[in-house]
């Protein structure tokens, strides 16, 4: 009778012991999950604050400014450039397109760079890449990325992903 109560105290132990090495040394840091939520909630709200930020290219927000480039673009093979937008400069005027960069570029860098996080910033027109704006390397392993659709007549879309 002794020995099935060792046993089974032995079973138990060995039950503890196993469920010790799943779930607490070989689980997954919470830190890094809190991280990766906090990245994913950030590069939401980074997003969303530049799409809706008003220029000074005839008092049009940066969406209208996109879906402005997508629509009437300088060449339909590449979307690179566009707009029929003209944006004020010191020397001129400039496409809705090249201002969309220069304001993105410069936000990220400046708020994104201040926090010492990287981020990659793309805009899709019509499934090509049209702009990709990124710091360092940008975030090449980044899982979570956030997705935004433009309502333009060819399909946008505004891409955030935010890495440390």
Known sequence: MEIFGIAIVVVLALLGFFLLLQFGIFAPKSDNLRQQVSNVQLASLYTNTLLRTDTDCKS???????????????????????????????????????????????????????????????????QQEAYRGQSNNGCPHAKNVERYPLPARVPVVVELAICD
């Open 60 to 126: 049009t927000d940066i969406s209208q400014l996109i879906i402005d480039w997508a629509e009437h673009p300088q060449n339909a093979a590449d979307y690179t450039s566009g707009g029929s937008i003209h944006c004020p400069t010191n020397s001129g005027t400039e496409l809705s397109s090249e201002r969309v960069k220069e304001i993105i570029q410069t936000t990220l860098d400046k708020s994104l760079g201040a926090q010492k996080k990287g981020y990659d910033f793309k805009i899709m027109i019509n």
